[in-house]
């Protein structure tokens, strides 16, 4: 893999010509980069457009600029970053921030080594001035539509209100995580305490003095049981299915560099490896009512596509006694939860830490996209009907991380763009046929 700390491909760097300029909703519709387009009307015609200024469409914007396009950023909050700026405030980052970085900026020197939701918050802005990424806020795109058996560019990207802007190249870069999975619950009409999804959680405050039950034991729902915890909070986690646990550190090694050299072993040999580095670190946790994946870490990673909870502490509290493991929910009472082996148990809140989805298939209502069982497109650049489509942010199957990953896509599909543009036949007005 190429450093991180580099430029996009080698790319050198030049200042940006102008910083991010902040945009309130009545400039929502005003274009990438102030010149290098002409204001949006009901037609309007671009060579690249990236939808989604977070981590994945930034990245990609500034490898991009870096080769001397002007991609059209587009995004429906009102900042870059905006998932990160939502996330609960305890959040670090799991992954080291040498593998964390996007193309051509590292992380300061002073950055600690796993990097904090606001330290993120904070580099995305900073990235963001650095390449002259100014994207056009609040525009919500309502779908992507091949422009089939008409003239110009094969895609058009439709925003809500119904302005288009057809397109010779789409990076979709809206996410993994752009909406959260929320199953209804048995019961949950008659019980009469607060049931929500753990997007909306941010800290322990608004539950001091509840009974609390996190359901799911992923890395979101694992670390949200911590905090309630550690904030004085009765704390319980339901947990229906076995789960993979791996320390985010083995003698001062972070697990993230260890799973990257194991993933260049034979796979026989990385899962076996994999699975008795967990059973040695973490142990067999039956007793506490957690039971261990028959896969290995890696394996379930690279099929399944589900990363393990890499623990930061939970473990030691659920061994202490002060977080409780309880199977499945069967149902919702009055007054609390009834689980799948019978028991009931009192809660004041119920938060669900269910996942979330990429929904592309919404953004897409034309198109038969090849997505795998997780709603997610196996491959990051587009063919045949799918030409001039990039999907950037979406391979959560590799060691590593999702943002190493990111940085990895964006260089790939900027390159890829870069060839094809330069292949193209032109307009007067400059834009690739």
Known sequence: ??????????????????????????????????????????????????????????????????????????????????????????????????????????????????????????????????????????????????????????????LAGGRAISANHVVVATGANRLPVMPALPGQDRFQGRVLHSRSYRNAAPFAGQRVLVV??????????????????????????????????????????SSLLLARLPPALGDALATLLRDITVGDLGRYGLRTASISPLRQLRKEGKTPMIDIGTVARIQSGEIAVYPGVQALTRDGVRFSDGREHPFDAVLLATGYEAALPALFPYTALPLDERGMPPQAIGEGALDGLYFVGFDVRQPGGLLRSIAQQAERVAERISLRQAQAPRTRDGVAR
């Open 216 to 257: 799911g034991m992923g890395n979101t729902g694992a670390e949200i049981a911590l905090d309630l915890t550690e904030q004085g909070m009765r704390t319980a986690l339901s947990v229906r299915s076995p789960v993979n646990i791996v320390r985010r550190d083995v003698l001062g090694r972070p697990t993230q560099l």
């Open 1 to 158: 893999m190429k450093s991180l700390m580099a430029g996009c491909a080698g790319q050198r760097h030049t200042e940006p010509q102008s910083p991010l300029q902040p945009m309130d909703h009545q400039d929502a519709f005003v274009p990438f980069r102030g010149s290098s387009h002409a204001p949006l009307d009901p037609e309007t015609e671009a060579d690249i457009v990236v939808i989604g200024a977070g981590p994945a469409g930034l990245a990609t914007a500034a490898c991009l600029v870096q080769r001397g396009h002007s991609p059209w950023v587009i995004e429906r909050a009102q900042n870059v970053g905006s998932s990160w700026r939502h996330h609960y405030e305890r959040l670090h980052l799991h992954t080291v921030k040498t593998h964390s970085a996007l193309p051509g900026m590292p992380f300061r020197d002073e950055a600690p080594r796993y990097v904090s939701r606001q330290g993120v918050v904070d580099y995305l802005s900073a990235y963001a001035q650095r390449f002259g990424i100014a994207p056009t806020l609040g525009a919500e795109v309502g779908a992507v539509e091949p422009r089939t058996g008409r003239p110009g560019a094969p895609w058009q990207v439709v």
